[in-house]
């Protein structure tokens, strides 16, 4: 039979990318599940990469909060609300556990799971679930979302993280460049221009050449002025999330400040080496089934001599290694 799960968990990009292991276990050990999503409209295209997705659920919190008493606004808010009560589902499953999940969890027909009051970063939102279930908070964000879905299921995990991205990665071929990351949504993120011109210098040596991210003009404008002259960097246009995730995942390795793209980066199995400086990787290291490596801590910024050692143990992988995670091969 049929067993209708609804997930609950709308942003943000690296959080969505942490859930897709948790959506693969449930495919994997909850016979018949049909598993709806409702996510950020802006992030849309994450959970639909994942063939286990049955449909996926635009919501606007983002858009909404804006004008939220606007008459398109109530409009939006309603087909919503009329479009969830509408379904019965067997397990709504919140993996949020914050107060802007609960209201659309409590929007849902279904047995409500969630986090328990120790275990919600919200503890309020625990009061609102029908079962609620305890997983330690400090581990990593990818264990704590599957120890949440196998609690939710009765079931017990095993094995590496498998993301489910192969819509993505299927057939790509690895080509000789780096795609950087240099932005982040806080300035307090940001490494010195100075040691990111150290590791320009060594990906070159080895062959290289630069493809930078950003997301918005001002991140256009510092990617560009990091790279002036360079004629082997480029700064790529404003894309989608599904054309950025294809950049990444033909990418020899990827350097990036802790930002989503980054943890998308090691999801697609891409070597990748994240720089920590306003946050904590103890909760959020990057995890994928390539080489990664999360380096720094809040407060403490990695050295430009700890990001090139791991760049090197990066690029020392095995090339067959690395089509063997992409189904694809490699051009040098």
């Known amino acids: 039979m049929t067993k209708r799960i609804l ?33 950020e409209e802006g992030f849309a295209e994450i959970p ?30 309603a087909a919503l609300r009329q479009k969830l009560s509408e379904r019965e ?12 999940s609960v209201w659309l969890v409590r929007q849902t027909r279904g047995q409500r799971h969630g986090l328990d009051l120790r275990s919600a970063r919200e503890p309020l939102a625990s009061f609102f679930y029908d079962v609620k279930h305890t997983v330690k908070f400090w581990q990593p964000a990818v ?26 990665t299927n057939g790509v071929t690895v080509m000789p460049y780096a795609v950087i990351m240099p932005s982040a949504s806080r300035d307090d993120k940001l490494w010195p221009e100075a040691d990111w011109h150290r590791v320009f210098t060594r990906l070159h040596e080895h062959g290289l050449s630069l493809k930078l991210l950003s997301g918005n003009a001002a991140e256009t404008a510092r990617a560009k002025s990091l790279v002036a002259g360079d004629e082997q960097a480029e700064v790529l ?74 760049i090197g143990q990066a690029l020392d992988f095995d090339d067959s290694s690395h089509a063997q995670f992409t189904g694809g091969d490699i051009v040098s």
């Open 237 to 310: 246009p404003r894309m989608s999330l599904t054309d950025v995730a294809k950049v990444l995942a033909g990418a020899r390795i990827m350097v990036g400040l802790d930002s989503g793209l980054t943890h998308l980066s090691a999801g697609l199995g891409r070597p990748t080496i994240g720089i920590y400086k306003a946050s904590t990787p103890v909760r959020t290291p990057l995890e994928g089934p390539a080489y990664t490596a999360s380096l720094g801590e809040r407060g403490s910024a990695p050295s430009a001599e700890t990001v090139l050692s791991a």
């Open 89 to 100: 589902y067997d397990i709504v499953l919140d993996m949020q556990a914050l107060m802007k």
């Open 7 to 39: 997930i609950v968990r709308t942003s943000s990009l690296g959080d969505l990318v942490h859930m897709l292991p948790a959506i693969s276990d449930i495919a994997r050990h909850v016979p018949g599940a049909q598993i709806d999503w409702v996510v």
């Open 48 to 77: 639909a990469w994942h063939p286990s997705v049955h449909e996926v659920i635009p919501v606007a919190h983002r858009r909404w909060r804006k004008h939220w008493w606007s008459a398109e606004t109530r409009a939006e808010r």
């Open 143 to 168: 264990t704590r979302q599957r120890e949440l879905a196998a609690a939710a299921f009765g079931y017990v995990y095993e094995g590496s993280p498998d993301f489910g991205l192969e819509a993505i």
